[in-house]
């Protein structure tokens, strides 16, 4: 098993929404996600902001805005078609969202 980690941001739109899209891309392995952590500074934090994790549109769970980690068992599995995603709204325009996750995939 092969623990690996990747980095992800985006900033966030006028209208207060930011979207990091984590994908295995071109990869031929599935993934299986043991940790997302998140990060955003200079937004006014909850209840205005507010933080989801979902794949493929279904919520994992919320997570707290400014800073927090998900990384409760179970681990999240994503094949070359899925989508995770970080979704923050009610954050303040040209905020940098954050993300980075733990994953092993299947490498030994």
Not at 38 to 47: A, D, I, L
Request: glycine share 8%; with cysteine; charged share 15%.
């Amino acid at each position: 098993m092969a623990v690996l980690d990747g980095s992800y941001s985006a900033i966030t739109d006028a209208a207060g929404v930011c979207v990091v899209d984590i994908t295995t891309g071109a990869r031929q392995r599935d993934w299986v996600v043991t940790q997302v952590s998140v990060e955003m500074s200079g937004s006014p934090g909850p209840p205005t902001t507010q933080c989801v994790i979902r794949k493929n549109a279904a919520l994992v769970c919320p997570i707290r805005p400014e800073l927090d980690t998900a990384a409760e068992a179970p681990p999240v599995t994503l094949n070359a078609n899925d989508h995770l995603t970080v979704t923050w709204t009610g954050a303040t325009a040209g905020t940098v969202g954050k993300v980075y996750i733990y994953y092993d995939d299947g490498r030994s």
